[in-house]
């Protein structure tokens, strides 16, 4: 079967690749279409003032093409017409400046060298005036690469960044205007070859090249970057409050990113909205509880799929020859979770029983090696398992999660310090590979090391958070979704999206799970610097929240985008916040992550919970797993269901001790 599948895999990889390449194709030329029908109709010798007028129309297009080979790179994706046209949307006035500037520059050269070849100053001035186009076109072309890479960053900044990447890496820059000038002579010569099969490909050397020489800009979990090109990204020196300030302390903490004072910054959402009221938590607990209790009855025989289907659960498909509703896939400890935190708040043996029968499930599961090719064991046996250990000494639960977590182990590379993420260690692209949600997976380790007193897996545990602290941080805070390691040398490569807006965005749940899960792994170290990335990650989250304190999907989103929300990563950021502040000594930012962890439970239980909708089987809606699979969006899913019961057994008991 594996001999079968390599050759399927590789003729699959073959032709995406093909299919990309050809649909990129065929969308730029659409996309610049006044500009091809310019150039092909009509002579350009004579109709040159309107190319150069249409001519900036081709930015959003190369921008397009360039976030298509981004997604592309980074984990294989083609849905080349959705992420076309999705980038085109939002990149095009920033590229379409680009464009026009551009255009403008070089009609303005292009005017001056025809003007001065007949004169004595044209021997002096024209070699100026060539390298100042060939420096125009170096620029523009770096300016759109950084456009999709740093969307955040402003088009005069970025600018100013390529300029000067473009003189430093001269090399880089000579190797790119050649494939340029290789692409326009094939389009001007052979249209038909030149824009029906070469444009792509040759335009992915372009962006590859230009994105390497916009290393220094793109990379800031890597070394640090050069003084000027700090300046040139409008970033200045600043010492950071309480950080060590001496030449051996890591760079990245002592470079912030240097911007006006934003109005909204005096008042950020959770200063808005007032503490819920208990009576309104209660009532919220209340339903959710009611919901729990009736599904004990509904998930007798099955367990539900990951997320609901127009608002109910029904059960997971079969898979790899599993029948409906058989226990794999990463969320099914979601619902154990649900029934041993019922069964602590209300005492009702009715919960307990329904937990433990699962229980012989997950150790089945682990017994048998089902669907345990994933860095999700840490959710998976911690709740289902780790949590009736911690609640009624149960030694087959304590065995299962123990032989859990030598799996998650196996998945542990040295060189790296990472444990890898889901698929087949020995797989080229996956290899290698970590994703933020892994923090949450951490506690598994630490467990195992406290009962059986092996320090390895708290080593792992360790070494592994503080990769991510490292590199998953982006320099503002923000995080990217996943990052891949060279599994050999264990050098850090690049940051990535599996389902954010785009690599270079911030995906709200992934940011979500940053606030939590450096905070658990700081309950476990007291490594104060796990406690700072889970603060990093909670100002990001708690600037980019919309009115009504749900985040969008993807924090790149405002209130008026129309974009979805996911009731999922606010739940989950409430359990995070409320865990950090725990750990905070008395003050304004503890007292931000309170008040904000209220508001936005306040309006989960308001606004989006079930408590009000008895034909839903699930807790919380309008939540999201993957908008760019488009999968369970606007949906409710069993994680958002289990972290908004645990952000109300927090709210109603205090001492409650974590699973985690």
Not at 615 to 628: K, Q, R, T
């Amino acid at each position: 079967m594996s001999i079968l599948r390599a050759p399927y895999e590789m003729y699959t990889q073959v032709f995406g690749t093909v299919y990309v390449a050809l649909m990129t194709n065929l969308l730029l030329v659409v996309a610049c279409l006044p500009f091809v029908t310019g150039l092909v109709a009509t002579d350009p010798a004579r109709s040159w003032p309107l190319l150069a007028v249409v001519a900036p129309l081709c930015a959003p297009a190369l921008a397009a093409a360039f976030a298509v080979f981004a997604t592309f790179s980074a984990d294989g994706t083609t849905t080349v017409v959705r992420t076309f046209g999705r980038a085109w949307c939002r990149h095009l006035r920033r590229s379409l400046m680009i464009g026009a500037l551009a255009a403008g520059a070089l009609v303005v050269l292009g005017v001056d060298v025809r003007a001065l070849s007949q004169s004595r100053l044209g021997a002096l001035a024209i070699p100026v005036f060539v390298t100042l186009a060939v420096l125009v076109l170096a620029t523009a072309t770096l300016g759109l690469v950084g456009v999709v890479e740093r969307p955040e960053a402003r088009v005069r900044d970025l600018l100013r960044a390529a300029l000067y990447l473009a003189v430093r890496r001269w090399y880089l820059t000579a190797v790119s205007l050649l494939v340029l000038g290789l692409l326009a002579t094939l389009v001007a010569t052979r249209p038909a070859l030149g824009l029906g099969l070469a444009a792509a490909p040759l335009l992915y050397v372009v962006w590859a090249n230009s994105r390497f020489a916009l290393r220094p800009a793109l990379e800031p979990a890597g070394d640090a970057p050069l003084p000027a090109m700090r300046e040139a990204l409008g970033l200045e020196f600043v010492p950071s409050p309480g950080r060590c300030q001496t030449p051996g302390c890591d760079s990245r903490d002592r470079y912030h990113r240097h911007t006006m004072p934003r109005k909204e910054d005096s008042m950020t959402p959770t200063d808005e909205q007032p503490t819920p009221a208990p009576s309104a938590i209660q009532h919220a607990l209340s339903a959710a509880l009611a919901t729990v209790e009736q599904n004990i009855v509904t998930f007798r025989d099955w367990y539900p799929d990951d997320t609901t289907v127009e608002g109910v659960y029904y059960p997971r498909a079969s898979k790899g020859g599993l029948p409906e509703g058989s226990n794999f896939g990463w969320t099914t400890s979601f619902w154990p979770g649900m029934l041993w935190l019922s069964y602590e708040l209300t005492g009702d043996d009715a919960y307990r029983r329904a937990g433990d029968l699962l229980v012989q499930d997950f150790a089945e599961r682990v017994e048998r090696g089902i669907d345990l090719n994933t860095h999700d064991l840490g959710f998976l046996y911690t709740l289902a398992c780790v949590a009736p250990w911690r609640l009624t000494g149960d030694d087959r639960a304590e065995k299962a999660a123990l032989a859990a977590t030598e799996h998650l182990m196996a998945r542990y590379l040295e060189p790296a310090g990472i444990i890898q993420a889901w698929g087949d260690l020995h797989h080229a692209e996956q290899r290698g590979r970590t994703i933020i949600d892994s923090l949450m997976n951490m506690p598994l380790l630490y467990w195992a090391s406290e009962v059986t007193g092996d320090p390895r897996f708290a080593q792992a545990a360790h070494r592994h958070t503080a990769q991510l602290r490292d590199h998953i941080v982006r320099l503002g805070g923000s995080t990217f979704h996943t990052y891949y390691w060279d599994a050999v040398t264990g050098k850090p490569l690049r940051g990535a999206t599996e389902q954010g807006e785009s690599d270079v965005s911030c995906w709200a749940r992934g940011q979500a799970w940053g606030i939590y899960g450096f905070a658990l792994n700081f309950r476990y170290t007291s490594d104060e610097s796990f406690l700072r990335a889970a603060e990093r990650c909670a100002d990001y989250f708690l600037d980019h929240l919309p009115a009504d304190h749900v985040a969008f999907w993807d924090l790149v989103f405002t209130d008026g985008s129309g974009a979805e929300r996911d009731s999922s990563a606010a739940a989950i950021a409430v359990c995070g916040l409320d865990e950090l502040a725990s750990w905070l000594p008395d003050g304004p930012r503890r007292q931000r992550y309170r008040a904000a962890a209220q508001a936005i439970l306040a309006s989960l239980a308001a606004s989006y919970s079930t408590a009000d909708n008895p034909e839903s089987n699930a807790l919380l809606l309008h939540g999201v797993y993957d908008i760019p699979k488009s999968v369970g969006v606007d949906e409710g899913n069993l994680w958002g269901d289990y972290f908004y019961l645990e952000a109300l057994t927090r709210a109603i008991k205090p001492d409650w001790k974590l699973y985690w």
